[in-house]
T-cell receptor, first 111, second 114 residues
Framework: DAKTTQPTSMDCAEGRAANLPCNHS???????VYWYRQIHSQGPQYIIH???NNETNEMASLIITEDRKSSTLILPHATLRDTAVYYC????????????FGGGTRLMVKP | SQTIHQWPATLVQPVGSPLSLECTVE??????LYWYRQAAGRGLQLLFY??????ISSEVPQNLSASRPQDRQFILSSKKLLLSDSGFYLC?????????????FGEGSRLTVL
């Protein structure tokens, strides 16, 4: 799997947009970008994934640069419950592959 | 709907004792199954994954083993626990035939080895 680089931690004010960056400069053509988050003492939760087009769902938006070497996860209106560790992962899209989690970004949403 | 359960939720074991963590998935068939471990303050480490009954792949050599005796049952075991085995163990599954992009995690089992 290609490696990803994320900031160790970030702060965000409640109600503001949280923009979490991820660098994946060695991503291969068949690798997707996945985002998960882990709230303390719980299992990780899937947020969103994409290949090259921007994606949006009820939780977040994923913006992937045209060269696919980086991406940004956007939480449009962060709440205190969004405080968690956010993991950016790149992995091939075939069904049998596993996901390798790195250190992630610890997002602290503050009132 | 699909659900995943793992147990026990917490356990405290002495060094050298055996371990058995169990994970079951309901509402799906032929899932890919995974065991991850998270040491305190660390990221998730993939330990084992399985694409079918009796098929186990190990990512990290250690004193742990995994078995899949039934399609939707995944067991993590150890004959003799080490202090370094302490951590938060997570079982996960995803559909085996198609990639929806989503890995579903259980509630986790917190192991403390004393």
């Amino acid at each position: 799997d290609a490696k990803t680089t994320q900031p160790t931690s970030m702060d965000c004010a409640e109600g503001r947009a949280a923009n979490l960056p991820c660098n994946h400069s060695t991503i291969s053509g068949n690798e997707y970008v996945y985002w998960y988050r882990q709230i303390h003492s719980q299992g990780p939760q899937y947020i969103i994934h994409g290949l090259k087009n921007n994606e949006t769902n009820e939780m977040a938006s994923l913006i992937i640069t045209e060269d696919r070497k980086s991406s940004t996860l956007i939480l449009p209106h962060a709440t205190l419950r969004d405080t968690a560790v956010y993991y950016c992962i790149v992995s091939p899209g075939n069904a049998g592959n596993m996901l390798t989690f790195g250190g992630g970004t610890r997002l602290m949403v503050k009132p | 709907s699909q659900t995943i359960h793992q147990w026990p939720a917490t356990l405290v074991q002495p060094v050298g004792s055996p371990l058995s963590l169990e994970c079951t998935v309901e509402g799906t068939s032929n899932p890919n199954l995974y065991w991850y471990r998270q040491a305190a303050g660390r990221g998730l480490q993939l330990l084992f994954y399985s694409v079918g009954i009796g098929q186990i792949s190990s990512e990290v050599p250690q004193n742990l083993s995994a078995s899949r005796p039934q399609d939707r049952q995944f067991i993590l075991s150890s004959k003799k626990l080490l202090l370094s085995d302490s951590g938060f163990y997570l079982c996960a599954w995803r559909p085996g035939q198609i990639n929806t992009g989503e890995l579903f995690f259980g509630e986790g089992s917190r192991l403390t080895v004393l």
